[in-house]
């Protein structure tokens, strides 16, 4: 693939311009919990149309091509927030799209990327993975926009950045959910170009961490991978387009475990009556077990659980 560039202050801005009107603005609201170490606001991106924070980058993506681009269909790789995100955006302006999903993808995901339009293909994790990597698929006719690896839809994520910045200049610490890294790495760009200082931190599973076992090691390694009930993030291997962004872009990672993310999940259906997925609460598990400065915001970037998974969490079980 095509070395990727980080997208420039000139290129978020456009996308917000370009966004106005069709996704919301979500709210920066503080945590309702007592006795914590910091002060902690979540980024409700769960508000958002299709329920996630893709909606940024898979409109921007979209709006950001002529015509004839899309003339012959569009489609993408998800497991289901980026492909409801781009199956939205579509439908309104009559664009065939296609989503590969893989085998395992949660129902309700795949179920909303239909009721929304779009054509499924569904095929094994592996093989889904491969296409992600490579940036590429032979069997498919279109165009790709790619979940996470495009200019266009990390300038897209990177307005989650503009919001931050605009809602609390003085925020010491981002934490960010980390699957294939196009939403840190959109927000750190917008950050760092802004001139604050402000950290970005990418937050992993304990079931699938590889940026932040090859932050420590300096170079892109592969470690054992887990599927979990925490889906949409998470591989064996760090994505080699992303990797020369992530290392220069993001201050850190942290790793939670699934136990402390079910804990997160439950904490904001209780307090803020809000649900989340388990990619969406993984950014206030990390800020509850181990805060950074003063004033932390965590992204909560998704909010499409699994009702079987929602009962055995508000129940005190972890899902499977």
């Not at 070395?3 to 801005?13: V, Y």
């Not at 910045?165 to 760009?189: K, M, Q």
Request: aromatic share 4%; net charge neutral.
């Amino acid at each position: 693939m095509t070395p990727l560039n980080a997208p420039s202050l000139e290129d978020i801005h456009a996308a917000k311009s370009r966004l106005a009107g069709t996704i919301l603005r979500t709210p920066l609201i503080p945590l309702n919990l007592e006795n914590v170490p910091a002060e902690i606001y979540l980024k409700l991106e769960n508000l958002q149309p299709t329920g996630s924070f893709k909606v940024r980058g898979a409109g921007n993506g979209l709006l950001s091509l002529s015509p004839t681009q899309t003339r012959d269909g569009i489609w993408t790789a998800s497991a289901g927030n980026m492909g409801q995100a781009l199956a939205w955006f579509a439908r309104q302006r009559s664009i065939a799209c296609t989503v590969v999903v893989p085998a395992d993808a949660p129902v309700v995901k795949v179920d909303a990327i239909r009721r929304l339009g779009a054509e499924i293909v569904s095929i094994p994790f592996a093989e889904y993975q491969s296409i992600q990597r490579e940036g590429k698929w032979d069997k498919m006719k279109g165009l790709l926009i790619h979940p996470f690896a495009d200019e266009a839809v990390m300038a897209g994520n990177g307005t989650l950045g503009l919001e931050i910045l605009a809602d609390l200049p003085d925020a010491d610490t981002v934490f960010v959910p980390y699957g294939g890294g196009g939403l840190g790495c959109g927000i750190a760009a917008a950050l760092k170009a802004s001139n604050v200082p402000v950290k970005v931190e990418a937050v992993e599973l304990e079931t699938a961490s590889p940026i932040t076992a090859s932050l420590a090691a300096g170079q892109m390694v592969e470690i054992p991978y887990q599927p979990s009930f925490v889906s949409g993030m998470g591989a064996p291997f760090v994505f080699p387009q992303m990797w020369p962004l992530a290392q220069r872009l993001l201050d850190g990672s942290r790793v939670v475990e699934l136990a402390q993310v079910a804990t997160a999940i439950r904490l904001l259906a209780e307090r803020h009556h809000i649900i989340v997925e388990g990619a969406g609460a993984v950014a206030l598990a990390a800020a509850l077990s181990a805060p950074v400065g003063r004033k932390v915001v965590c992204v909560i970037s998704g909010g499409n659980l699994n009702t079987a998974h929602l009962t055995q969490i508000l129940q005190g079980e972890l899902p499977c």
